[in-house]
């Protein structure tokens, strides 16, 4: 401890007349050899992926494979009339489509059709092969689509549907989603940039380093793939870019707030950014530890796409911040102030947020701080009473903020056919057992029909048709009992199959959360305290975050469900919700305390934490602004996971920012006093002695 009390940030000696260009350089040329060495990530692309590799119906998805009695899986043509009974024609129609669609099966596999018992649909089953990568897959898709609905009687319609077809939908979401995602993100930095410094220019410095690291992370990605074993999909590229812009672009603002400061000081540039470094690059450290500390956390998880979003996200803040620290400084500098047109800092100038509106702020705040700490409070809990109703778990149909042919076919064939009948529940038992198996799960309420799928080393597989709908909790229930049945004859018997794998999924979400969510905590409350030595500080400032996660979620819950129409939010929502909002939330707030706990060793806390507020409010609510923008970019895809990621993240960081820690937080640490640094030295000082430790305030090393 004694040694982190003497430790002293010394930033590189990266910036100066020469060294400023060559640091550039340098950077251009590095970043411009990752980038044109395109190495491609590995990507995770079949139904197990998100699952625990011990997991049962992981396990019976790898023993199926072993067996071959899961080569093929059928995509569904699904033929009606809006609900009326098919005509004889109708009916002929589709024994002729079994023939001409017969091109489209696997080699060897018959396509087949199946009549509902209403008479009112149909489905021909053409089978594919399970190995068929998914790039493959979109184009026998496509014509399987084009040839089902060539020639059929008027008023007959036919849609694809089943695994193939939902696993090609869900990459269409994808397509073009890297540059869509990129422009969108990088125009609305762009714009909150250019208005933040109301300059022609200068945002470009910025957004060009940022965007660089950004494409940079995504190579450091597909390199840690090939080392570290883990994967990357649509999803988890699309929320690291997110993570590099929000967090590359608020520290640059940080920085460049106190490099503008700087200027006003000294005549030299070069002086003023290693000056703002020295003061800047603590708290930036702090914080982006932090998030990377609490990215890490989720390399614990169960889930394979937590543990990728959490290698990958910590891949891209740690590029981001050596970005942000090392090219940034240097870039900056070698424009001059002239870069900071029209508004260009010039030494003797007064520091304009010293009377500005978040002086006024803090001193309204401070002035009546168990008012303003009651209302700040009761604001919170209002807003978070919504997750008392919140549901979390999302059918296959219901991952789409479209609806694409696959949801639809899938709706038409669960109104017509036992729910289960295009994706069957798979048991696999010794073949001795078999019948006695199959007999007992027959009777298990929920089943419709219990069929052989073939056997192979002495292993049976069963295929149990649900009547549940699809990853439904009625399914998951039918799916326990199956389970119960199947072991009670013998103790071998698995279960797997797409409403077991959403079972064992939502399993392993609740695993997650009761093991990250304290380890994420943890690592905050370390961080803190080691910053600030302070156990009161480090607890409230958790609490408050806490609570913003819990008011954003409440918040949100009743936007999904009124405006949205969100029927629950996904399984993995819930955690990294949390994560990003308790680690990129308390940036914030370190920024701010760590200003506050300097101005305390020469001024009252009531004083310090008034001016801590004024110095650092406008730029870090300018960050705090942009990093819910840029958050809220990720609803351009059409996927509900990401879309509720987004709102909750955003919200979140808009709460934090404008409610939490601008008026609750300054507002708890004028009532605590001195009491807030307890046990540090400054708790032990009398509000009315500031303390031998002379300075300038503006000298403080973590300022903004």
């Known amino acids: 401890m004694e040694l982190l009390k003497s430790w002293k940030y010394r930033p590189p000696h990266l910036v100066g007349r020469r060294l400023s260009w060559v640091v550039v350089v340098v950077a251009i040329l590095f970043s411009g050899a990752l980038l044109g060495a395109g190495i491609q990530a590995e990507e995770s692309d079949n139904s197990t992926a998100n699952l625990p590799t011990d997991a049962e119906s992981a396990q019976v998805a790898r023993l199926q494979e072993q067996l071959g009695t899961a080569e093929y899986t059928p995509a569904i043509v699904v033929l009606d009339r809006g609900g009326e009974q098919l005509t004889a024609a109708d009916r002929q129609a589709v024994e002729e489509k079994v023939g001409s669609l017969q091109e489209f099966a696997a080699e060897g596999q018959q396509a087949f059709p199946v009549l509902a018992e209403d008479g009112a649909a149909a489905f021909i089953g053409v089978p594919f092969a399970t190995d068929t990568p998914e790039d493959e897959l979109a184009g026998p898709i496509e014509d399987l689509r084009a040839a089902a609905s060539e020639g059929l009687p008027d008023g007959l319609e036919a849609q694809v549907t089943g695994g193939p077809a939902f696993i090609v939908d869900l990459s269409k979401v994808f397509d073009g989603a890297d540059v869509r995602l990129l422009a969108v993100t990088a125009s609305v930095v762009a714009l909150l940039l250019l208005v933040t410094y109301r300059s022609p220019w200068l945002w470009l410095v910025p957004l060009s380093v940022v965007g660089v690291a950004d494409q940079v992370a995504v190579q450091l990605v597909a390199i840690g793939t090939k080392l570290f074993g883990f994967t990357t999909d649509g999803a988890s590229v699309g929320i690291t870019s997110v993570l590099v812009f929000g967090a590359g672009t608020n520290y640059a603002l940080l920085l460049i707030a106190r490099y503008r400061e700087e ?59 050596v970005y942000a620290l090392l090219v940034l400084p240097a870039a900056m500098t070698c424009f001059g102030r002239r870069l900071f047109w029209p508004f260009v800092p010039r030494v003797g100038q007064d520091d304009p947020s010293r009377t500005g509106v978040w002086a006024k702020v803090g001193a309204s705040v401070t002035r009546r701080p168990v008012l303003v700490s009651v209302a700040g409070v009761m604001v919170l809990v209002v807003l978070a009473l919504p997750v008392l109703g919140l549901k979390v778990g999302l059918s296959e149909t219901e991952q789409f903020r479209a609806t694409p042919e696959a949801v639809t076919g899938q709706e038409v064939l669960a109104e017509h056919f036992p729910a289960g009948s295009s994706q069957p529940t798979v048991v696999v038992v010794p073949a001795a057992a078999r019948d006695a198996v199959a007999a007992a799960i027959g009777d298990v309420d929920g089943v419709q029909r219990v069929d052989e799928s073939g056997e192979a080393d002495g292993r049976a597989v069963l295929s149990a048709v649900l009547t549940a709908e699809p990853a439904s909790e009625a399914a998951f229930d039918v799916v326990e009992q199956v389970r119960a049945a199947a072991t009670g004859v013998d103790g071998a018997a698995m279960v797997g199959g797409p409403d077991a794998e959403a079972l064992d999924a939502a399993d392993a979400a609740d695993r997650d959360q009761r093991l990250i969510v304290p380890l994420i905590l943890g690592v905050v409350l370390v961080v803190l305290l080691v910053l600030l030595r302070s156990v009161v500080a480090a607890v409230v400032l958790v609490l408050t975050v806490v609570a913003t996660y819990a008011a954003s979620l409440g918040a949100s819950w009743v936007a999904f469900t009124q405006w949205f129409g969100f029927p629950a939010l996904d399984l993995s929502v819930p955690l990294l919700s949390f994560l990003f909002l308790v680690a990129l939330g308390v940036d914030y707030n370190i920024f701010l305390t760590t200003r506050a706990k300097e101005e305390a060793e020469e001024h009252d806390t009531t004083t310090a934490i008034s001016v801590a507020l004024a110095v650092t409010g406008g730029v870090i609510t300018s960050a705090g602004i942009l990093l819910a923008a840029v958050f809220t970019v990720l609803g351009v895809l059409p996927l509900i996971v990401l879309t509720q990621i987004g709102v909750i993240v955003g919200f979140g960081v808009l709460l934090d920012t404008l409610l939490v820690r601008s008026v609750l937080v300054p507002a708890l640490v004028a009532l605590l006093g001195r009491r807030f640094w307890w046990p540090g030295h400054l708790s032990r000082r009398s509000e009315d002695d500031p303390g031998r430790h002379r300075g300038s305030v503006a000298a403080s090393p973590t300022a903004e």
């Open 263 to 321: 200027l006003r000081r000294e005549d030299d540039r070069y002086a003023a950014m290693r000056r703002a470094l020295e003061r800047a690059a603590p708290a930036i450290l702090a914080s982006s530890g932090t998030v990377v500390l609490a990215l890490l956390c989720l390399g614990l998880a169960d889930n394979p796409t937590s543990r990728n979003i959490g290698f990958g996200g910590a891949i891209g803040i740690v590029t981001a911040v």
